[in-house]
Nanobody, 115 residues
């Protein structure tokens, strides 16, 4: 059974930071590209960042320079460090695993950026 469990969301003031975590189980973590996506109210789900099995990263323009994706193979966990947060970053953030056996999603974690 595949499980992607996100944590680390919450309420933060503009300019603040959060680190999201996604613990993966039931997949061969080392065979999956891992990613973070987000969905704001009334909007489509969009890519935030991905990291391949060799550590190559890709970021949405909105995330470049502010967010950093990383992965820990020993912990089967992927992280998203988010700095200089803006109100428009408010969304539900979803973890994604994309590999040879399919594409999987976590349940999401809410990030709210507000003063």
């Amino acid at each position: 059974q595949v499980q992607l469990v996100e944590s680390g969301g919450g309420l933060v003031q503009p300019g603040g930071s959060l680190r999201l975590s996604c613990a993966a189980s039931g997949i061969v973590f080392s065979s999956n590209t891992m990613g973070w996506y987000r969905q704001a109210p009334g909007k489509e789900r969009e890519l935030v960042a991905t990291i391949t099995i060799i550590g190559s990263t890709n970021y949405a323009d909105s995330a470049k320079g502010r967010f950093t994706i990383s992965r820990d193979y020993a912990k089967n966990t992927v992280y998203l460090q988010m700095n200089s947060l803006k109100p428009e970053d408010t969304a539900v953030y979803y973890c994604n695993a994309d590999g040879p056996w399919g594409k999987y999603w976590g349940q999401g974690t809410q990030v709210t950026v507000s003063s």
